[in-house]
């Protein structure tokens, strides 16, 4: 969960949204550099009032700052398309999630096991208990094993949904008549939340999602104990 007055991204719960991070800070470095020169010849163009007759064509210039900014292009592509095809990729997953949306909430269900499925519906604030987020807790999460790949076949019975999970790197849309593929492997235990990213409708900021990413026994026992 991030904290009050936190302005970066939350910390990261799987290795696609560490990288994600990674190229943030690398493309805020490289932006950086190319305001400081610009503002910095900006500046001088503005302040400086010297003439040079033998600088009014300067090829050599010009060629450097044709083929500069195309190199500080690629150097941002590059590592931008690794990290798509990487977010795509869904190599063996251990288990595969349905997802659907709903006006206003969202169902799972778990294909791999028998009459695992559930309806995910946001907790009224009546209902908290002590620690929990307000607009954010469920009453049945999604349990997932964690430093597993799991795949998430997400979509939606009515209008245009978004499962998103911020601290995994996942966001997917959820359209009616398509399936949606993504996958995602958490590196640590912990609870994820997210909302619906997608504007659904009235009560659009009221599904929100919560991932319970626990060791592989723990929920090998939540499955077996599920319909008990």
Avoid at 48 to 68: C, D, G, K, P
Avoid at 70 to 97: C, F, K, N
Avoid at 124 to 131: C, R, S
């Amino acid at each position: 969960m991030p904290n009050w007055g936190q302005v970066m991204f939350q910390d990261a719960a799987s290795s696609v949204m560490l990288q994600l991070i990674s190229f943030h800070d690398h493309t805020l470095l490289v932006l950086t550099l190319v305001l400081t020169v610009v503002g910095y010849a900006l500046l001088a163009l503005m302040l400086n009032s010297h003439l040079n007759r033998y600088i009014q064509e300067a090829q050599t210039v010009e060629t450097v700052w044709t083929i500069l900014p195309a190199l500080i292009l690629l150097v941002l592509a590059l590592p931008s398309l690794r990290i798509l095809y990487i977010t795509d990729e869904v190599s063996q997953p251990s288990l595969t999630v349905k997802t659907i949306g709903h006006q206003w909430y969202w169902s799972y269900e778990y294909t791999d096991f028998m009459n695992v499925e559930m309806d995910s519906y946001m907790l009224p604030t009546t209902d908290l208990m002590p620690g929990d987020y307000r607009l954010l807790e469920v009453d049945n999460r999604v349990v997932v094993p964690m430093q597993l790949e799991i795949r998430m076949l997400i979509t939606a019975a009515d209008v245009i949904h978004s499962w998103t999970v911020p601290a995994l790197g996942v966001k997917v849309d959820a359209v009616p008549g398509r399936l949606n593929q993504i996958g995602f492997t958490t590196s640590q235990p912990g609870i994820f939340y997210g909302q619906c990213s997608e504007i659904c409708g009235a009560n659009h900021s009221f599904m929100p999602i919560a991932v319970e990413a626990i060791n592989t026994k723990s929920f090998m026992n939540w499955v077996s104990n599920f319909n008990h």
